[in-house]
């Protein structure tokens, strides 16, 4: 299972944009890389999923260059509901098994 | 998409005790995580379970401590057998969705505190 690394909290004002990198130096080919928000006294939920290149949905983009061994989870114009631990995974999916790491606690400040 | 119910969504329990949480998912899945995160921490995962055959257990963790069942493709039971206080945290149930896309779905958790 890849290991993944990722910063332990960040803060961040209201209305900036926040990029929380994430490092996976032996990422395997058939990995994604998937991003999962948690709030406190709830279960993490998914944010976004990608392989390679660039992903953006409703909620974040997600940047991964071409050697994999990295990504950055974008978020545009964070508000203070954006506080949260979000967790950074390389994931086969199918009948495989997920550990986390330990998440990037991110506060957004008025 | 999974919905996933967990009970209880908390408890207290008196040290030596055993406590059974409940999983319950809104359509059939063929894997079952539960999970457990201490005050503060990460996930750190407990055992897989499969319908029909017996849950595997991750490094740390024993069938004896953590007994689960899995009796059909909706539904699984984690017990916290002779709970002390360092077994306090919020155990969560997960699931995965359609299998290609390998998202997960969480339950609530279940938070316990062992006095």
């Known amino acids: 299972l890849a290991k993944t690394t990722q910063p332990i909290s960040m803060d961040s004002y209201e209305g900036q944009e926040v990029n929380i990198t994430c490092s996976h130096n032996?990422?395997?080919?058939?990995?994604?890389i998937t991003w999962y928000q948690q709030f406190p006294s709830q279960g993490p939920r998914f944010i976004i999923q990608?392989?390679?290149t660039k992903v953006t949905n409703e909620v974040a983009s997600l940047f991964i260059p071409a050697d994999r061994k990295s990504s950055t989870l974008s978020l545009p114009r964070v508000s203070l509901s954006d506080t949260a631990v979000y967790y950074c995974?390389?994931?086969?999916?199918?009948?495989?098994?997920?550990?986390f790491g330990t998440g990037t606690k991110l506060q957004v400040i008025p | 998409s999974a919905v996933i119910s967990q009970k209880p969504s908390r408890d207290i329990c008196q040290r030596g005790t055993s406590l059974t949480i409940q999983c319950q998912v809104d359509?059939?899945?063929?894997?079952m995580f539960w999970y457990r995160q201490q005050p503060g921490q990460s996930l750190t995962l407990i055992a897989t379970a499969n319908q029909g055959s017996e849950a595997t257990y991750e490094s740390g963790f024993v069938i004896d401590k953590f007994p689960i069942s899995r009796p059909n493709l909706t539904f699984s039971t984690l017990t916290v057998s002779n709970m002390s206080p360092e077994d306090s945290s919020i155990y969560l149930c997960?699931?995965?969705?359609?299998?290609?896309?390998?998202?997960?779905?969480f339950g609530e958790g279940s938070r316990l505190t062992v006095l």
């Open positions: 997960s699931v995965r969705g359609v299998v290609n896309t390998g998202e997960l779905f």
């Open positions: 995974l390389a994931d086969s999916g199918g009948y495989q098994k997920v550990t």
């Open positions: 359509s059939q899945v063929t894997m």
């Open positions: 032996n990422i395997a080919t058939n990995d994604y």
């Open positions: 990608g392989y390679k």
